[in-house]
């Protein structure tokens, strides 16, 4: 259970939606506080994938509420040119590791399309004389 000197949970609240975007914070929620919320966030190669969703961490507005009621958690709403509180500088290493991932992620993908084009090679090379000898044919009749 939680000591009472662990630091609050912080939950950004950005366009009505609550996030947690700390795994250990995700994880303390779940285990301690007994809180699930809904992971929202997606792989940059599966966008659209539904089976392995990450962080953040989305919190019900209830959930959000019971956290900043408790004093276990800190609600951080963000306006234009406002500083967050001392302390809280999650985001840049979160970016810094979002880029490297997005980066890295081009990479596997390139790597994955060279293969696939190596693999289809021989038969993209058979369907291009194919068409080269209908072309022939057909011009010659």
């Known amino acids: 259970m939680s000591s009472g000197r662990e630091s ?7 366009e ?9 914070d995700s994880r ?4 301690e ?15 659209r994938q539904n089976g392995r969703l990450g962080l953040p961490l989305r919190l019900l507005p209830e959930e959000a509420r019971y956290l900043a009621e408790s004093g276990q958690g800190l609600l951080l709403r963000r306006h234009a040119g406002s ?17 490297r991932s997005h980066a890295e992620q081009r ?4 790597q ?20 080269r000898k209908r072309r022939q044919e057909g011009g010659e009749g």
């Open 8 to 14: 609050p949970i912080l939950v950004f609240v950005a």
């Open 112 to 131: 994955e399309k060279r293969r696939l084009l190596q693999a289809l090679g021989e038969r993209i090379r058979h369907g291009r004389e194919a068409k």
């Open 16 to 24: 009505g939606a609550a996030l947690v975007w700390s795994a250990r």
């Open 28 to 31: 303390r929620l779940r285990e």
């Open 83 to 99: 500083q967050l509180p001392e302390g809280v500088g999650a985001a840049a290493p979160h970016h810094e590791t979002l880029r």
């Open 33 to 47: 506080l007994r809180l699930c919320g809904s992971p929202v966030g997606a792989l940059v190669r599966q966008p």
């Open 107 to 110: 990479q596997l993908a390139l």
